[in-house]
C-alpha cells in the first residue's frame, strides 16, 4: 500500500473526522497536488462557516473555480463500473455513489468504498 492509499484509508475509516482529510491535503500539497489539497480544505472550511456570511461565500467561489478547473481529473481517480454514477463533492472527496440495479452483479462495491469515504449509496430502480 502506497502512502497516498494509506491516508485515504485514514479518511474513509473516520469519513466524519477532518483531521484525516486535512493530513491527506497536506501530503498532497507536499507532492504537487496543490489544488486537491486546496479544494479540501476550501470545502472543509465552508462546512464550518455560516450559510451565506461572507467566509461561505468565498469559499463556495473557490471551491466552483477549483471545479471547474479540476473536477474531471479528480472524477478520473474514481473507480469507474457501468451503471456507477459518482455523486457530489464533500468536503473534498465524493461521498455518493448511485448504482443501477443491473449492475450490481457485475461490480465490485469494495472497490467504491476503498476509494472515497462513501456515505451515501443509492440503488436506482429501472422499472
Request: hydrophobic letters at 40%.
Amino acid at each position: 500500500m502506497t502512502e497516498r492509499e494509506a491516508l485515504l484509508r485514514a479518511v474513509c475509516e473516520n469519513p466524519d473526522d477532518d483531521t484525516p482529510r486535512l493530513v491527506f491535503a497536506d501530503w498532497l500539497e507536499e507532492h504537487g497536488e496543490e489544488a486537491r489539497a486546496e479544494f479540501i480544505r476550501v470545502q472543509i472550511s465552508r462546512c464550518h462557516q455560516r450559510d451565506n456570511s461572507p467566509g461561505w461565500v468565498a469559499c463556495w467561489n473557490r471551491e466552483k473555480e477549483l471545479l471547474a478547473a479540476n473536477e474531471a481529473a479528480w472524477r478520473a481517480e474514481l473507480p469507474a463500473e457501468q451503471g456507477w454514477e459518482w455523486g457530489k463533492f464533500n468536503r473534498g472527496l465524493v461521498e455518493e455513489l448511485s448504482v443501477y440495479p443491473e449492475s450490481i452483479p457485475l461490480s465490485d462495491p469494495a472497490r467504491a468504498f476503498a476509494a472515497t469515504p462513501l456515505r451515501n449509496l443509492c440503488f436506482f430502480d429501472t422499472r
